[in-house]
């Protein structure tokens, strides 16, 4: 059968919130995790605000433009 390799192997920590109790003690890997970690909701939210704000203005250019490429379609231009 199968032979199950049963040695401990070490389990990388991802985000412990003890280990960023103390900042002095972090290394330089650790704090720009945290500092990502808690930056990603606040660009997550400005860019969904911009979205909802400019959903409409940013379609209608994208069917416009397309709109232009395809009467330009058969043209011919020097």
Known sequence: MIKKNNKKRKIRKIFQWQ??????????????????????????????????????????IIVICFLVRFINKNKLTK
């Open 19 to 60: 280990d960023y109790l103390n900042w002095k003690k972090m290394t330089i890997q650790q704090k720009i995790n945290f500092k990502r970690a808690c930056l990603f909701p606040l660009a997550a939210y400005f860019i969904y605000s911009f979205l909802l704000e400019f959903t409409y203005p940013i379609l209608i």
